[in-house]
């Protein structure tokens, strides 16, 4: 198997799992369109560029804009390592914005019975 190949078979489940639970949130309405647009954009881009990235190795050496050797297997680990760093970065993003809606509701009900309960 081609290293470029072992590199999306690796990373393609992170890119459909970011799909997903993009469209799971959208579902629930904890995210509205224009955020569900963005991070659906974002994945198909890393979807695009994991199955281009030999062809964008081959043009970049040919312009003569990278000196790098071919991708080696470290490479891919490491490429694979990001793409889950990257994945859980964005999941917890999406809990700490949630939490903080939460809290948000949260202190504006506690607001309004505190002051219901002074008049």
């Known amino acids: 198997m081609d290293k470029y190949q072992l590199l999306f078979v690796l990373n393609i489940p992170f890119v459909i799992f970011g799909l ?6 959208y579902r629930t309405r904890s995210l509205d369109r224009l955020t569900f647009g963005l991070r659906v954009l974002f994945w198909i881009a890393v979807f695009l560029l994991l199955i281009f990235a030999h062809s964008i190795y081959d043009y970049l050496f040919r312009h003569g804009l990278t000196d790098s050797s071919p991708l080696s ?4 680990v490491l490429a694979t390592g990001m793409m889950l760093c990257l994945s859980l970065c964005v999941r917890l993003y999406a809990k700490t914005d949630a939490m903080d809606k ?3 509701d949260l202190h ?3 607001s309004i019975m505190t002051s219901e309960n002074e008049s």
């Open 20 to 25: 997903l639970k993009a469209l799971m949130a």
């Open 73 to 76: 297997l470290p490479d891919v």
């Open 108 to 110: 504006e009900k506690l």
């Open 102 to 104: 939460r809290l948000s």
